[in-house]
DNA sequence: AAGTGGTCTAGACCACCTT
DNA sequence: AGGTGGTCTAGACCACTTA
C-alpha cells in the first residue's frame, strides 16, 4: 500500500502521514498503548524512513504519542486524568488571555463576538447545534487573539483544538450547551464592563464547567470502549 | 569546518547544531532577523541537509527562530514585548502548578523546598549568589513537579529555561535577589497553611517582580547592544 | 550478541517565490 | 524561467536495549 497513490499534489508525505495517524489515534483505530514503528509504519505506507520519523516527531510535538528513545512510539492514553490536565492547563491559559485582551478589544470585535454569540443561542434553540462546535472556538479565538500574547494563543489553541477533537466525538451535553450559552452571555456584559476581576472568575467557572461536562460524558462511557467503535455509533 | 570533528560520540549531529546555534543565537552572535538557510549551514558545518533541517526545526519549536515556507528560517528578536509575554505565560502556568501542588506536597517535599530556600538565603547574604539561578529554578521545579500535570510543567520548564537563560546572561538585581527571598519565605509558609488563595495572590507577586525586574534590566541597557557585545562584557 | 531503533549521506526531484 | 527552499529515497552505519 502506497499512500501516494491517494495524495493530492503539493501535500509532502510526511504530513499526509502524519495526518492519516492522527485520524486513525482520535477516531480508535489505533488504541492507547499501540506501538508505532518506523519499519511497519514503512512497509504499511510504501515510503522510506524519513518521512515517517518526522510524521511521528509531529505527532509527539501534538501530545498524540509518545517517543522513548530506543524503544519506539507508542500512542498515549487520552485517558480521564490527561484530559483532566489538558483543562486545567487550557483554563489558565484562558485565564491570561482574557486578561490581557481587554484592553485591546475594537468596538468591531465586541459586535463580532456578540453575533457569534446570537447564532450559537439560536443553533441551540433550535435543538440542532451542528456548528456550535465550531461557533464556539471562534468565539474564544476572536477574543483571545487580542492578548497579542502569541506564545500563549499558539499553546492555547494546540490544546483547545486536541480537546476540540475530543467534543467532536463526545459532543455537549444539552444542559452544557444551555450553560454555555449564559456563560457567553456573561463574558460579553463584563468584557463591556472592563471588569477584569468578574471576567476571570467567569472564565475560571466557564472552563470548569467545560471539564466536567467531559469528564463526565466519559466516566458514562461505561463500556470503556471508545465511542466510534460502539454499536450504536 | 566540520563540525563533527569536536563531536562527543553518541551526540546525534542535529543535536550539537541545535545545541550550538542556540547559543549563538542566546550570545548575541546570530542576532535577530538573522537569515539560517540550509545551504550556508550545509556548507559551515559539514554536513548533509537532513540535520540541519531537524536542528532548525528544534529551534522552531522551543520559539528562538521561525521558518517561513519557501523563505527559509530568521532568527526571531527576543525583545521587551515578547520578554513580556513570555513572563506572563510562565506566571499564568505557575499560579496553575502551585495551586495544583498543594495538596499533593510531601513533608519530604517541603523539607527539601526549605533546604534549598536556605542555601539561597545564605548566598545572596554572602553577597556571591553564584548558584543562584540554579537554586531558584530547582526550588521552583521541586514544587511544580507535585502538580502531577505533565503537560503544563513541560511547558513551564521550556519557557522557564528560555527565561533562564536570559537571567544566566542579565543576572538578578541585588534588590530583586532580596526581594526574591522574602518572596520564596512567603511561599513556604502559605504552603504550610495550606492556604490556595494566598499561595496564588504571592506567586503572581512573584512573577511579576521577576518580569519588572528583568524588563528593567532590558531597558536599561540603553544602547541596545547585547550585553555579550558591551566592552565591559 | 542479536535485534531494534535512530541517524546520516548523497543525490535527485518537486514546489513555490521572484523576475 | 531561474533560483531557492523543501522533501524523498535507498542504503549504510551507529547506538542502545534485551537476552
Do not use: W
Not at 125 to 145: E, I, K, M, T, V
Not at 149 to 166: D, H, K, P, Q
Not at 173 to 185: G, I, P, T, V
Amino acid at each position: 500500500m502506497n499512500i501516494k497513490m491517494e495524495m493530492e499534489p503539493g501535500v509532502p508525505t510526511y504530513a499526509a502521514l502524519r495526518d492519516r495517524l492522527r485520524a486513525e489515534i482520535l477516531s480508535g483505530k489505533l488504541p492507547a498503548g499501540a506501538r508505532l514503528t518506523t519499519a511497519s509504519l514503512v512497509e504499511r505506507f510504501g515510503v522510506s524512513q524519513m518521512p515517517v520519523r518526522e510524521a511521528l516527531q509531529s505527532l509527539e510535538g501534538e501530545g498524540l504519542i509518545e517517543i522513548a528513545p530506543h524503544k519506539g512510539a507508542a500512542v498515549l492514553p487520552l485517558d480521564v486524568s490527561r484530559v483532566r490536565n489538558i483543562y486545567d492547563l487550557r483554563g489558565a491559559l484562558e485565564a491570561l488571555l482574557i486578561r490581557l485582551a481587554v484592553p485591546n478589544l475594537s468596538n468591531r470585535a465586541m459586535a463580532q463576538a456578540a453575533a457569534l454569540h446570537d447564532r450559537m443561542k439560536a443553533e441551540v434553540a433550535s435543538g440542532d447545534p451542528a456548528d456550535l462546535f465550531s461557533l464556539n472556538q471562534q468565539f474564544h479565538q476572536l477574543l483571545y487573539r487580542h492578548a497579542e500574547n502569541t506564545e500563549a494563543f499558539n499553546i492555547y489553541n494546540r490544546y483547545a483544538s486536541l480537546l476540540g477533537t475530543l467534543r467532536e466525538t463526545y459532543g455537549f451535553s444539552k444542559a452544557r450547551a444551555n450553560q454555555m450559552m449564559d456563560e457567553h452571555q456573561e463574558i460579553l456584559d463584563a468584557l463591556r464592563a472592563q471588569d477584569e476581576r468578574r471576567l476571570v472568575t467567569i472564565i475560571e467557572h466557564h472552563c470548569d464547567g467545560a471539564k466536567l461536562d467531559m469528564l463526565a460524558l466519559m466516566q458514562d462511557d461505561k463500556q470503556h470502549v471508545h465511542p466510534s467503535l460502539r454499536d450504536n455509533a
